[in-house]
Every structure is written in structure tokens, then in C-alpha cells.
Nanobody, 123 residues
């Protein structure tokens, strides 16, 4: 059974940092891409970054470069999202999702999702 479990969210002041984790199980880690998405209140879910099957990282938008850094540990089947210089507009539920083949920001193309971790940034 494929499982994705996010952790690391919380309440942080603007300017702070968080490292989110996505622990994967139930599949061969390098056979799937794992993406980070986020969904702010009242907004659509948007792609942040993706780890490809070859271990490369892809940012889904220019706005996601710089402050958002994806890394992974294949030995732990875990993907991380480091978020620095947090802003109130980063407040959202952050999800990881997995699929075969290539990275894509299309949420409907991901069959497997974690439950999400809440990030709240206070001003």
C-alpha cells in the first residue's frame, strides 16, 4: 500500500524557516516522482517542486525558486522541502504526492497523496 506522510509544519513568524518531510512507503522510491504542493485558504492547490525518478529537482514556478529547496534521502525514502524567509502568504496546507513517470504540476495526475501538514506564518 502506497503511503505518504508529511510532517514538519507549524506556526512560524515571518522570516523564519521550516523543513517539511514526506516519508514514502509501499513503493520503490526511485520508480515514482514525488511532488510538493500547497493549498492556501480559498485558493487552488499549486505545485511547488518535484523530485524526479533520477533524483533531479524541478521547481514548478519561478516564484518557487530561491526560498523553496527540495532534497531527498533515498535511504530513508523521504523527500524534504526547506522553506526559508517565510511570508504570511506562504500560509497553506502543504502536501506531497506521488506518481509514476515524469514530474507535472497537474494535481489530477497524482493518484497518491499524503494528508498534508499545516504551515501558518504570522506577520
Amino acid at each position: 500500500e502506497v503511503q505518504l506522510v508529511e510532517s514538519g509544519g507549524g506556526l512560524v513568524q515571518a522570516g523564519g524557516s521550516l523543513r517539511l518531510s514526506c516519508a514514502a512507503s509501499g513503493f520503490t522510491f526511485d520508480d515514482y516522482v514525488i511532488s510538493w504542493f500547497r493549498q492556501a485558504p480559498g485558493k487552488e492547490r499549486e505545485g511547488v517542486s518535484c523530485r524526479s525518478t533520477s533524483g533531479l529537482t524541478i521547481a514548478y514556478a519561478d516564484s518557487m525558486k530561491g526560498r523553496f529547496t527540495l532534497s531527498s534521502d533515498s535511504a530513508k525514502n523521504t523527500v524534504y522541502l526547506q522553506v526559508n524567509s517565510l511570508k504570511p502568504e506562504d500560509t497553506a496546507v502543504y502536501y506531497c504526492a506521488a506518481r509514476r513517470n515524469s514530474c507535472t504540476g497537474g494535481t489530477f495526475l497524482y493518484p497518491y497523496w499524503g494528508q498534508g501538514t499545516q504551515v501558518t506564518v504570522s506577520s
